[in-house]
């Protein structure tokens, strides 16, 4: 097969907004089409045609039990695919969406089982950016989409790494450029009780569990409403099946490294091959003298972010994709306070990792 590559600008977008047609056609017509959100890459097929969804699965790799999530362009179309039960799901809605978040409710009959993994709920994600909500707007259906990567490997934040993974096997890629965020949606559920109400962060990403409460505490709800991680809840079925699987992994072992001392012992294990680092200038300048020290001579050291923990989420996996590029057997990874866009960003690193130091 054939892999059309267009590039496109989000200004392009709002002026010429026909651009998209023909990748719309194609996904109305049951075929993929790899497109940017603001997060990452999607991976997109026609989410009310089972058949078009299966390619999904099969092109990725990825376990069937993994559920995938639906895309739409508007807000009033959710009532077409999902129930929304209460008012704090009503009012995420109202003020969360677009954006780089996606909310699990009850399904309607008309998303297939074969979307949701069998589960009663469907991820409905509305994102921002002007091209993904054009795509979806043209196609004139929703669009499931996972991440636009073999299953297990970090995520694709840019369009070369969805043609290095999936060129021949997808007609249609549109490159919009890097992505904004970099890392995944969060992926939250509503769960109501008598007395009160929880929101359950499954996956966390750029809006942060903070921006959740945030958002609580400047809206009245008839009951007292919690924010909570629910990987901090004991479940006997995870609530997220994706949650469960190794993730995000280069090619390289991956080693967070929060204390230097106790690095050392595994630096020497990697002491004559090719060590990655990732991290942020002072983190760079003292892994340099250990490495030095140690007598390691092949150093391939990247600069994380310079400026805040937004540039860090943006550049994660990007970053492991030059990391694999270079053949190092070892990445060394800052250890990054796990609060707010810290906390998402490590749980990134923690799944992609085999040490943690
Ligand atoms: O930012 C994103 O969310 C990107 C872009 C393309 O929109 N998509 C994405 O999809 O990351 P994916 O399939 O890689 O991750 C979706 C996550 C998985 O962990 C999956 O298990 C979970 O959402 N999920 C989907 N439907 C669910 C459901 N009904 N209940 C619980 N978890 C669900
Ligand atoms: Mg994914």
């Given at each position: 097969?054939?892999?059309k590559?267009?590039?496109?600008?989000?200004?392009?977008?709002?002026?010429?907004?026909y651009?998209?047609?023909?990748?719309?056609?194609?996904?109305?017509?049951?075929?993929?089409?790899?497109?940017?959100?603001?997060?990452?890459?999607?991976?997109?097929?026609?989410?009310?045609?089972?058949?078009?969804?299966?390619?999904i699965?099969?092109?990725?790799?990825?376990?069937?039990?993994?559920?995938?999530?639906?895309?739409?362009?508007?807000?009033?179309?959710?009532?077409?695919?999902?129930?929304?039960?209460?008012?704090?799901?009503?009012?995420?809605?109202?003020?969360?969406?677009?954006?780089?978040?996606?909310?699990?409710?009850?399904?309607?009959?008309?998303?297939?089982?074969?979307?949701?993994?069998?589960?009663?709920?469907?991820?409905?994600?509305?994102?921002?950016?002007?091209?993904?909500?054009?795509?979806?707007?043209?196609?004139?259906?929703?669009?499931?989409a996972?991440?636009?990567?073999?299953?297990?490997?970090p995520?694709?934040?840019?369009?070369?790494?969805?043609?290095?993974?999936?060129?021949?096997?997808?007609?249609?890629?549109?490159?919009?450029?890097?992505?904004?965020?970099?890392?995944?949606?969060?992926?939250?559920m509503?769960?109501?009780?008598?007395?009160?109400?929880?929101?359950?962060?499954?996956?966390?990403?750029?809006?942060?569990?903070?921006?959740?409460?945030?958002?609580?505490?400047?809206?009245?709800?008839?009951?007292?409403?919690?924010?909570?991680?629910?990987?901090?809840?004991?479940?006997?079925?995870?609530?997220?099946?994706?949650?469960?699987?190794?993730?995000?992994?280069?090619?390289?072992?991956?080693?967070?490294?929060?204390?230097?001392?106790?690095?050392?012992?595994?630096i020497?294990?990697?002491?004559?091959?090719?060590?990655?680092?990732?991290?942020?200038?002072?983190?760079?300048?003292?892994?340099?003298?250990?490495?030095?020290?140690?007598?390691?001579?092949?150093?391939?050291?990247?600069?994380?972010?310079?400026?805040?923990?937004?540039?860090?989420?943006?550049?994660?996996?990007?970053?492991?994709?030059?990391?694999?590029?270079e053949n190092?057997?070892i990445?060394?990874?800052?250890?990054l306070?796990?609060k707010?866009?810290?906390?998402?960003?490590?749980?990134?690193?923690?799944k992609?990792?085999?040490?943690?130091?």
């Amino acid at each position: 097969m054939n892999t059309k590559v267009i590039k496109i600008t989000n200004q392009e977008i709002k002026e010429n907004p026909y651009l998209l047609r023909e990748a719309a056609k194609i996904i109305a017509e049951g075929e993929v089409v790899a497109f940017p959100t603001e997060t990452v890459y999607g991976l997109g097929a026609n989410a009310l045609n089972e058949k078009a969804v299966r390619k999904i699965f099969e092109l990725k790799g990825r376990p069937s039990d993994n559920p995938l999530i639906v895309h739409l362009h508007s807000k009033e179309l959710i009532k077409n695919y999902a129930e929304i039960s209460n008012e704090v799901e009503k009012q995420i809605v109202e003020d969360l969406m677009p954006g780089p978040l996606t909310l699990i409710l009850k399904k309607k009959e008309i998303i297939s089982s074969i979307v949701t993994a069998g589960l009663p709920t469907v991820g409905i994600r509305i994102p921002y950016n002007p091209i993904a909500q054009k795509l979806i707007e043209l196609s004139g259906v929703p669009i499931s989409a996972p991440s636009a990567n073999l299953s297990g490997k970090p995520s694709a934040t840019e369009a070369q790494t969805v043609i290095e993974e999936f060129a021949g096997k997808i007609p249609f890629v549109i490159d919009g450029g890097k992505t904004h965020i970099g890392i995944e949606s969060t992926v939250i559920m509503v769960k109501e009780e008598e007395t009160k109400y929880s929101i359950l962060i499954l996956r966390p990403g750029f809006i942060t569990k903070e921006d959740l409460e945030n958002f609580v505490n400047e809206n009245k709800f008839s009951k007292q409403v919690e924010v909570i991680y629910s990987e901090n809840i004991q479940q006997e079925t995870p609530l997220s099946p994706g949650q469960k699987y190794k993730h995000y992994s280069p090619k390289s072992h991956v080693a967070i490294i929060k204390d230097f001392k106790k690095a050392e012992e595994l630096i020497k294990d990697f002491k004559n091959e090719k060590i990655g680092v990732l991290g942020r200038k002072n983190f760079l300048k003292e892994v340099k003298k250990i490495l030095t020290y140690l007598g390691v001579k092949n150093i391939f050291e990247l600069e994380w972010c310079e400026y805040d923990l937004i540039d860090c989420a943006r550049n994660l996996f990007f970053a492991y994709r030059i990391f694999d590029k270079e053949n190092v057997a070892i990445i060394l990874v800052e250890y990054l306070e796990e609060k707010g866009l810290g906390y998402s960003i490590m749980n990134r690193v923690k799944k992609s990792s085999t040490y943690f130091i």
